[in-house]
């Protein structure tokens, strides 16, 4: 079980679609990281969110804009994706008490058509 | 930037074989994680090394982090099943960016 909720789990959508990524925790951390992997690759870092503002950019494409509306939700808003943007999307933060591990959601598998 | 390797990329063991993965980072870091993602799944924490030549164990499962803190392995002692899935180390080099190995996938069979 995870304390990071994502929703949707699947999404499919047109190139000219406008949709948004949905991450809620309840872990208590102030920081909080969306991340895409592609099939048999692994994890690869896109944004990062300190205390609601935004503190890394990966040099993400303007196609995906995030969003911290507050300390639990974190958001990808999507619009003009590409086929190649088709991947697994994962919403993580940090593990509470002595560790800098990652608990991260269960992931919205994301199909561009 | 930050590169981490692992290898091998894939291997398949028979049931109650071991298993090793290795982990190399092109830089120093301060610490480094190790994640287990099934088929399907999404990865999951399983342990941080932080100091040089640390050892730590969980159960069949014992983690090493390089005297110089640029690599780490994984060892399985007699793999089950349960053990199957991607075993990727992750490396922090600042308090804000993790960056994952290439990842390895192990397979075990009956």
């Known amino acids: 079980d995870t304390e990071v909720t994502q929703t949707p789990k699947h999404l499919v959508m047109g190139m000219t679609n406008k949709k948004s990524l949905k991450c809620e925790q309840h872990?208590?951390?102030?920081?909080m990281y969306w991340y895409k992997q592609k099939a048999k690759k692994p994890p690869e870092l896109m944004f990062v969110?300190?205390?609601?503002?935004?503190?890394i950019n990966e040099s993400v494409p303007s196609r995906f804009s995030p969003e911290c509306p507050n300390s639990s939700l974190l958001n990808l808003h999507l619009h003009a994706l590409q086929p190649e943007d088709s991947a697994l999307y994962l919403c993580?933060?940090?593990?509470?008490?002595?560790?800098?591990?990652?608990?991260f959601g269960s992931g919205t598998r994301l199909t561009v058509v | 930037g930050q590169q981490v390797m692992q290898i091998p990329q894939y291997q398949h063991v028979q049931e109650g074989e071991d298993f090793t993965t290795y982990c190399n980072s092109s830089?120093?870091?301060?610490?480094i994680q190790w994640y287990k993602q099934r088929p399907g799944g999404h990865p999951v924490f399983l342990i941080q090394?932080?100091?040089?030549?640390e050892v730590k164990k969980q159960k069949r499962l014992t983690f090493q982090f390089g005297e110089a803190k640029k690599n780490s392995s994984l060892h399985i002692t007699a793999t089950q099943t349960t053990d199957v899935g991607t075993y990727f180390c992750?490396?922090?080099?600042?308090?804000?960016?993790?960056?994952f190995g290439t990842g390895t996938r192990l397979q075990v069979t009956l």
């Open positions: 993580a933060t940090k593990i509470p008490g002595g560790t800098d591990g990652y608990t």
């Open positions: 992750a490396g922090q080099r600042t308090a804000s960016k993790l960056t």
């Open positions: 830089t120093t870091l301060s610490n």
């Open positions: 969110y300190s205390y609601e503002k935004l503190s």
């Open positions: 090394l932080v100091k040089s030549g």
């Open positions: 872990m208590g951390h102030r920081a």
